[in-house]
């Protein structure tokens, strides 16, 4: 710390380096059901079927999700999909799409 580049974070009580700050400010990190790390933008396709609550809609295996939002958590992801608004996929239920 004699440098006085360290940035106390209050949640942790911990004084940080400016790259630990910047990565902790950064988010979590968002896996897909195979661990590959997702981003905003990502097109993403489903795993197996999903019932959406309140739709009255199945989202069948193979569907295209296209231009992904993080959410903040690192198991959520915000999606629109056609006839279905404010979409919240689980990410254990997403692969990226190459």
């Not at 004084?15 to 700050?21: I, T």
């Not at 795993?47 to 193979?62: F, S, Y």
């Not at 404010?86 to 997403?94: P, T």
Request: charged residues 35%; glycine residues 12%.
């Amino acid at each position: 710390m004699a440098d006085g580049n360290y940035v106390y974070d209050e949640e942790s009580g911990e004084w940080l380096s400016p790259e630990e700050a910047a990565a902790k400010a950064k988010g979590p990190e968002v896996l897909d059901a195979v661990g590959n790390p997702l981003v905003d933008g990502d097109a993403v396709t489903l795993i197996k079927d999903l019932k959406v609550k309140g739709a009255g809609q199945t989202l069948k295996r193979g569907t295209l999700i296209k231009s992904i939002r993080l959410t903040g958590d690192a198991q959520e992801i915000d999606c629109k999909h056609e006839g279905i608004k404010g979409l919240v996929l689980r990410a254990e239920f997403v692969k990226k799409r190459s």
